[in-house]
């Protein structure tokens, strides 16, 4: 049979405890067999300004992996033209390991913007994505509400951010509950987002 990937895209800017608790949970509770957190340099979206250096936040990734078999950290979008097309990393993938079957991962922030990536329904003819709950302003498009490749999974709610997270270390609060414990001690070496 087939492997079932789950591919976790994000910034990791940096990689938080929500970040844990979704992967986890996706690879605890589903059909996936692994996950794979891949570090995007730089989102579509996304201005890169406040951005760490890719292989920093890499770095991040693998050290907040520790200890879990079954999550991945990969750096396959650094070798990619940027900004990074979802959909054509997925056909690198693809192309690259024939008989995984990738899914997709997200919050449901992200849901609610996927009507304005490249070429969203070829993403969506090809591949399931599974939508973690998350609390965002905006509306999710209605040709995504009932759409039978989108998986809504029924979890707790994780209210931890990023952009939280480097607005407290900016002004200089206590941020270690919300971070891997090696995550928090790199950030604090390395004196980053102060
Ligand atoms: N607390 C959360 N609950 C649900 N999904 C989340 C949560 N945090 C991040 N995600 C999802 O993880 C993926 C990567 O997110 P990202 O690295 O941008 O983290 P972020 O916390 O949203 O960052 P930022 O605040 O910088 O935008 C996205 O699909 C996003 O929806
Ligand atoms: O392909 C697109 O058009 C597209 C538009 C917006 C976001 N994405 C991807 O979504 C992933 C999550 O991004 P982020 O910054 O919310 O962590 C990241 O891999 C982005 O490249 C992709």
């Known amino acids: 049979m087939n492997r079932k990937v ?10 938080h405890t929500g970040h844990l608790i ?18 995007t340099p730089h989102n579509p979206l996304k201005k890169k300004s406040t ?17 879990y078999e079954k999550l991945k950290p990969s750096d396959i979008e650094f070798g ?17 390991y024939p008989t995984n079957d990738f899914c997709l991962i997200m919050g449901e922030d992200n849901l609610k913007s996927l009507h304005r990536w490249k070429n969203y329904e070829v993403i969506l003819e090809h591949h399931e994505i599974y939508v973690y709950p998350r609390i965002a302003s905006g ?10 490749k989108i998986v809504r999974v029924d979890a707790p709610i994780v ?14 609060k206590n941020v270690r509950p919300l971070l891997a414990a090696k995550v928090w001690e790199y950030i604090d070496l390395m004196n980053f987002y102060k």
């Open 80 to 96: 990619l033209k940027q900004p990074n097309y979802t959909v054509d990393t997925l056909a690198h993938l693809q192309e690259k």
């Open 139 to 148: 509306k999710t498009s209605e040709e995504f509400k009932d759409h039978a």
């Open 51 to 67: 951005l760490l250096d890719n292989h920093h936040r890499l770095e991040m990734v693998y050290k907040a992996c520790e200890g």
């Open 159 to 172: 209210e931890i951010s990023a952009t939280f997270i480097r607005k407290s270390i900016a002004e200089k």
């Open 22 to 39: 979704i992967a986890n949970h996706m690879v605890e509770n589903s059909d996936l067999d692994e996950v794979w957190l891949i570090v």
């Open 6 to 15: 789950g591919l976790f895209f994000g910034s990791f800017n940096p990689i």
